[in-house]
Every structure is written in C-alpha cells, then in structure tokens.
C-alpha cells in the first residue's frame, strides 16, 4: 500500500491536468467565432483599452506637436528667405529705376550736344558750392580729358556755367548766378541782344535793354555767340519781371534754366578758340 509521500506527485499531476481540462473547455465555450478572441484575450484588452488609447493618444499628439515645430521651423526659413529675396529686388528695382533716370538724363545731356554740334566731354560735379560769396562746382574730369579754361558748360536744362581752373583730373566752373559772372544774351522772340549777369543769389539781372525794347515776362533768352565764350542757342533762363529803369534802359530780371541745387551730369564744350592775331587791331 503507497504511502502519503508516495501518492502526492500523482495527486498534483492530476489537480494539474483537470485545471487545463477545465480552462480549455472554458476557453473553447467562450471563444468567439468573427476574431477568435478568448475570454482572456478579452478581458485583457478590456482592462488594457484605455491604457492603450491614452498612450496612442499621446504618442499622436506629440507626433503632431513635432510635426508642426518642424513645419514652423520651415516656414520661417522660407518666410526669411522670401524676406531676403525681396529686399534684394526692391534694391535691383531702385538701382534699375536709378539707371534709367541716368540713362535718360545722359540721352537729354547728348541730345542736347548733337544739337550745338561741338565737340563735348561729359563729367560729374562732386561739389557744388552756392553758399559763399563765389558760386562754383567742381567736376571730375580736367585737362587730360582736353577741358580747358573758358570751355562753355551746361546741363539738360541749360546754360551752367564757364571752366576758369583746370586740373589733370578736375575742373573748376564759375556759374552763371555768380556776381562777377556775364554772358552774351539774346530773346528768343524778338533777338534784341543783350547782356545777362549774375546777381549773386538764385538770379539773373540783364543789362543794356533799351527802355524801347519789346520784352515781357515768359520771354526766353539764350546765348547770342556774341562774348567770344559761349556759343550760340543755349538756353540761359527765363524773364520773369520786366521794369522801367534808370536813364534808357529797362531793369530785366530772369531766373536760370537750369536747377543748380540738383546738378548731376553735365557737358563741357570744346568750341573752336579765336586765333588772338585775328581780334587784335592793325593799323
């Protein structure tokens, strides 16, 4: 007869396989037929579920939040992009616009030259000074570009001034509104000649109009070629009053063609110089 000692493995061995009998036979009651999901199975996801969702939740969420930095990243990196790309062509577009006024303004300037029909140099002012007691303006071209003293000098709008120092790279120029400036004149409606002067300030006085002389505000005056200096039919300026003067002239006063606060571009004329034997007198 087997002892207690004996008969406990037999007794474990069969408490174990009646509890797999019975789990498989409740497992095989439970199991469903769509998903083949046990019980267990089931109540695992059950207690799991929500578990799960809040991780998956989380897991999008901070998917989203990453996503979304890395598109914020992108679109400031294209928006300073965009931002530098459009600096970049307002400053091509002004520098384009800066051109064509250039461009435009040297179109007049050589117009203006191909109708006197002298040979010309074009230069630049680099200063201008209007302030003191002689009014001047340097350019930047000299006696090595063949611009010599006295060479006419005028803009778009008109009549500048004269060349009275020359250097190898620069050129001094007296300007017409200067008080010890002078030139030749004429009307452009009814040629009486005359002579315009500089006041000093921002006008012209004209000179030696007689007190019978047809002249009346809005007459133009240009250069009469008559002072051995400037050359015929450049635009000196515009009458602007007419008065009854001294003795038997009128007093005429006239503001210059030309701006001299916006002085940019200009052409200096080389006209042909009078042989000094030629004015001198022979008995």
Known sequence: MQTAAERRPTLFLIVVLASLFLL?????????????????????????????????????????????????????????????????????????????????????ILGYSEQIDIPATLARVVMIDTGSRFKSLILDRGSDEGIRVNDPVLSSEGLVGRVVLTTPSV???????????????????TLRQGVVRGTGGDDLAMAFVPFTAD??????????????????????GRVTSVEKGKDLFKTVRCVPATDFSRLE???????????PAATEFTP
């Open 24 to 108: 498989m036979a409740t497992n095989s009651r439970t199991r469903r037929v769509e998903d083949q999901r046990t019980f267990l199975v089931r109540a695992v996801v059950r207690t799991f579920a929500p578990v799960l969702e809040a991780v998956d939740l989380g897991y999008v969420n901070l998917l989203d939040a990453w996503h979304g930095y890395l598109d914020m990243r992108a679109a400031v990196r294209e928006n300073v992009a965009l931002q530098k790309r459009l600096a970049e062509l307002t400053a091509e577009n002004v520098s384009l616009r800066g051109r064509n006024t250039e461009i435009s303004r040297l179109r007049a």
């Open 171 to 189: 050129s001094k120029v007296q300007l017409i509104i200067d008080g010890d400036s002078s030139v030749g004149v004429h009307f452009e409606r």
């Open 215 to 236: 002249v009346v505000p809005g007459d133009r005056v240009y250069t009469a070629g008559i002072d051995g200096t400037y050359p015929r039919g450049i635009l000196v």
């Open 265 to 275: 571009d200009l052409i200096v004329l080389s006209p042909k110089r009078l042989d």
